[in-house]
């Protein structure tokens, strides 16, 4: 089981981008899923959270600007950036708490990092 991102790229400031990530293999139940970015230089840090039942959650630094949205048929998330910023430039991360079929904990898993750049 594994947490696969899609998405992401290089758009002038004011423009938009996707990423999208989806929870892949033997999956019994996912619960809430989160989109993290670390900036060049700094610490990681959270930008959306969304939980089962579809609700959202943002940082101030994005409110307004971004989307987040879920597919539980899909397993998958996905966060719709729009009117972005040279400081929303970073690697994004997809994390959530997951069951495996079979499994009887949750596990936290991450996605591998999706580069986000945003030129002035």
């Known amino acids: 089981v594994q947490l696969q991102a899609s998405g992401g790229g290089l758009v002038q400031a004011g423009g938009s981008l996707n990423v999208s990530c989806a929870a892949v293999?033997?999956?019994?139940?996912?619960?809430?899923m989160t989109w993290y970015r670390r900036p060049p230089g700094k610490q990681r840090g959270l930008v959306a959270t969304?939980?089962?039942?579809?609700?959202?959650a943002y940082a101030e630094s994005v409110k307004g600007r971004f989307t987040i949205f879920r597919d539980n048929a899909k397993n998958s998330v996905t966060l719709l950036m729009d009117t972005l910023k040279p400081e929303d430039t970073g690697v994004y991360y997809c994390?959530?708490?997951?069951?495996?079929?079979?499994?009887?904990?949750?596990?936290?898993?991450w996605g591998q990092g999706t580069q986000v750049t945003v030129s002035s």
């Open positions: 994390n959530s708490n997951l069951r495996r079929s079979g499994g009887s904990v949750w596990e936290n898993v």
């Open positions: 293999g033997s999956v019994l139940a996912v619960n809430t």
């Open positions: 969304i939980t089962h039942d579809g609700q959202p």
